[in-house]
């Protein structure tokens, strides 16, 4: 079993920049790909950013690409998101998610272990 657990949320201005953080428990291994969704106001969930646990290339959506960043801790068993520049369209839900498989994929049915999410809120 994998637990995760996020946190860093908050309500930042325009411009402005969080740190989220996901802190993983139990049986990670470093095959396992570890991903950011999120999920806005009245909108389906849809994928951020992903890595493999073991380190590897990272994947950003279109929408974010260039100003988050998502990185991970072996160490620490932690996987972290930089976001910097934030924008109102940024608001949501965000949700740390892990698959046994060393392959990132952007669908939410692939993901079998889930954190109970950390609420960003950008103001405008």
């Known amino acids: 079993q994998v637990q995760l657990v996020e946190s860093g949320g908050g309500l930042v201005q325009t411009g402005g920049s969080l740190r989220l953080s996901c802190a993983a428990s139990g049986r990670i291994f470093p095959s396992y790909a570890m991903t950011w969704f999120r999920q806005g106001p009245g909108k389906e969930r849809e994928f951020v950013a992903g890595?493999?646990?073991?380190?590897?290339?990272?994947y950003y959506s279109d929408s974010v690409k260039g100003r988050l960043t998502i990185s991970r801790n072996n160490a620490n068993h932690t996987l972290y998101m930089q976001m910097n520049n934030m924008k109102p369209e940024d608001t949501a839900v965000y949700y740390c998610?892990?698959?046994?498989?060393?392959?990132?994929?952007?669908?939410?049915?692939?993901?079998?272990?889930w954190g109970q999410g950390t609420q960003v809120t950008v103001s405008s």
């Open positions: 998610a892990a698959r046994n498989s060393i392959v990132v994929v952007r669908s939410t049915g692939d993901y079998a272990y």
């Open positions: 890595i493999a646990w073991g380190g590897g290339p990272k």
